[in-house]
Each structure stands twice: as C-alpha cells, then as structure tokens.
Antibody
Framework: EVQLVESGGGLVQPGRSLKLSCLAS????????MNWIRQAPGKGLEWVAS????????YYADTVKGRFTISRDNAKNTLYLQMTSLRSEDTALYYC?????????WGQGVMVTVSS | DIQMTQSPSFLSASVGDRVTINCKAS??????LNWYQQKLGEAPKLLIY???SLQTGIPSRFSGSGSGTDFTLTISSLQPEDVATYFC?????????FGAGTKLELK
C-alpha cells in the first residue's frame, strides 16, 4: 500500500525557518518524481515544488522561489521541503504527492502556521 | 503561467443527476489535465488523469473528456458519497496550476 506521511509542521514566527519531511512507503521511491502542494485555510490548492526521481531537475512556484528548497534522500525514502524567510501567506496545509504529472497519491498533509 | 478557469464554483444536484464540471485552460495543454476529489478533512484523490483515463479503483460513473483548452468532468449518476470539492490540475508545463474548485452538494 502506498503511503506518504508528512511531518515537521508547526507554529513559526515570520522570518524563521522550518523543514518538512515526507516519508514514503509501499513503492520504489527512487523511481518517482515528487511534489509539494499546499492549501491555505479555506482556499484551493497551490503547487509549490517538484523534484525528479534523481533530483536532476527541480521546479518551484514563483511565490516560494529563493525561499524554499525541495530535496530528497532516496536511501531514506524521504522527501523534504526546507522553508526559510517564512511569511504569513505561507500558512497552509502542506501535502506531498507522488509522480510527475500524475500526482496519484497524496499524504494527509502537515500544517504550517506562520504567525507572531 | 497557464490559468485554469473552473466552473461552476458551486453546484447543487440531486441523487441520480448527471453532473458536469468544466475547466478551461488559458492556452493549449494537450490532454495533460487531471481531476481530483477532495472530501472535507481529507487529502485530494485522483479521479481522472490525462483528460479521460479513469484512475484505478474509481467508479465508472466518473468520466473525463476534452483536449486543448476545454475539459469536462462528468458524474453520470450522482451518489451521496460524491459530495466533495472537485479540482482540475494542468500538468502540461510548470508551474502546475489548479482550478479554483467546484463544491458539489446534494439538493
């Protein structure tokens, strides 16, 4: 069974940093591109970043470019999102999702709240 | 960036009704369009990928059509468990972009 479990969220002050993790199981993680998508409270979905299976290509939304870094450790079956210079508008539920284009499995999400 | 205009924003229908939801892309996205269902408090679930391919395990009352810029999700006979918000996603090019969502409720 494919499982994606996010962790690392919480309450953080504006300007601070936070690192999210997504632990994958039930499939060969190193064969799949991965994504981060977020959803602000009561709002729609916003794609944040994507990384290929071997980390050879990476894409970011303009809203996070230069502040967020997506990475992965295929030996640990884990996807990461390093978030710096956090803003109130980054407050959202952050999902990891499997696949380039397909986004066929999603985790349950982890909440990040940016507030003083 | 490709803009995805989804309509309607809200839809009220009865059990057994045929329901259609539309997404229009601001430029040609070929068939690189997925549809997702999100129930309250849950993660999105993939229903349809590449415009018209039914994801494994999804009931056949869900179908997708379209190509280029205009796409439709159809529920042939609405069931109570279909109450949810539906989103489209274009993955023709980065940045991936989602429609704003259609909230489907029972009349």
């Amino acid at each position: 069974e494919v499982q994606l479990v996010e962790s690392g969220g919480g309450l953080v002050q504006p300007g601070r940093s936070l690192k999210l993790s997504c632990l994958a199981s039930g499939f060969t993680f190193s064969n799949y591109g991965m994504n981060w998508i977020r959803q602000a409270p009561g709002k729609g979905l916003e794609w944040v970043a994507s990384i290929s299976s071997s980390s050879s290509y990476i894409y970011y939304a303009d809203t996070v470019k230069g502040r967020f870094t997506i990475s992965r450790d295929n030996a640990k079956n884990t996807l990461y999102l390093q978030m710096t210079s956090l803003r109130s508008e980054d407050t959202a539920l952050y999902y990891c999702a499997r696949g380039v284009g397909l986004l066929d499995y999603w985790g349950q999400g982890v909440m990040v709240t940016v507030s003083s | 960036d490709i803009q995805m205009t989804q309509s309607p924003s809200f839809l009220s229908a009865s059990v057994g009704d045929r329901v259609t939801i539309n997404c229009k892309a601001s430029q040609n996205i070929n068939r690189y369009l997925n549809w997702y269902q999100q129930k309250l408090g849950e993660a999105p679930k993939l229903l349809i990928y590449n415009a018209n391919s039914l994801q494994t395990g999804i009931p056949s009352r869900f179908s997708g059509s379209g190509s280029g810029t205009d796409f439709t999700l159809t529920i042939s006979s609405l069931q109570p468990e279909d109450v949810a918000t539906y989103f489209c996603l274009q993955h023709n090019s980065w940045p991936y972009t989602f429609g704003a969502g259609t909230k489907l409720e029972l009349k």
